[in-house]
């Protein structure tokens, strides 16, 4: 008998505690709903009174402000041109040659640029080549070594464009990829 005693207390126990974590369940749902409809509220009109605030001083100035006429004008999107394969090859370096294989993609920003290079790149590829195989292992050990061996490129790969389109076609060359054994 006072097993049955401890076994009805314990299931009188367990059916309190099911209903007071259904009530904490409840009001943390609650909560998050409320927590979300005054982000959304907060959010949503801070963004509508800014966008009406610059219309009314933009009217207030004639359509037209100082901001506008001195805005830079608008650049192209970015479009990327890879290299249809990885320049691999070796360099000097002052203990030993290093095996160096580079990944490359050239940034362009506008569709006919994009074409150009496109058209033109075995002899992207060529120049690229002739500058990356002018590198020293020591040189491109380091960071600074790798921005300079891109610089030169880009200047390099700039005048052959240059040379045939009128103008420089890519804005940079990237690298992508870097191994150096």
């Known amino acids: 008998m006072a097993d049955e005693k401890g076994k009805k207390a314990d299931l009188k126990i367990d059916g309190g505690g099911k209903k007071k974590k259904l009530v904490i369940i409840i009001a943390i749902v609650v909560l998050l709903?409320?927590?979300?409809?005054?982000?959304y509220f907060l959010m949503g009109s801070g963004s509508n009174e800014t966008s009406e605030q610059a219309k009314s001083s933009q009217e207030a100035s004639g359509g037209d402000s100082d901001a506008d006429q001195?805005?830079?004008a608008q650049i192209g999107t970015a479009l990327y041109v890879p290299m249809p394969r990885p320049f691999r090859f070796n360099i000097p370096g002052s203990t030993r040659d290093r095996f160096i294989e580079i990944r490359v993609q050239l940034l362009v920003r506008y569709a006919e640029d994009e074409?150009?290079?496109k058209m033109h790149i075995p002899l992207i590829e060529s120049t690229l080549l002739s500058i990356f195989s002018q590198a020293n292992a020591d040189d491109l050990a380091t960071s600074v070594g790798k921005e300079v061996l891109k610089e030169q490129a880009l200047s390099a790969v700039q005048l052959v464009?240059?040379?045939l389109k009128g103008n420089e076609t890519v804005e940079k060359v990237l690298f992508t990829g870097f191994v150096m054994q």
């Open 33 to 39: 709903l409320i927590g979300g409809g005054g982000y």
């Open 161 to 163: 464009m240059k040379d």
């Open 115 to 117: 074409e150009n290079a």
């Open 70 to 72: 001195n805005a830079p």
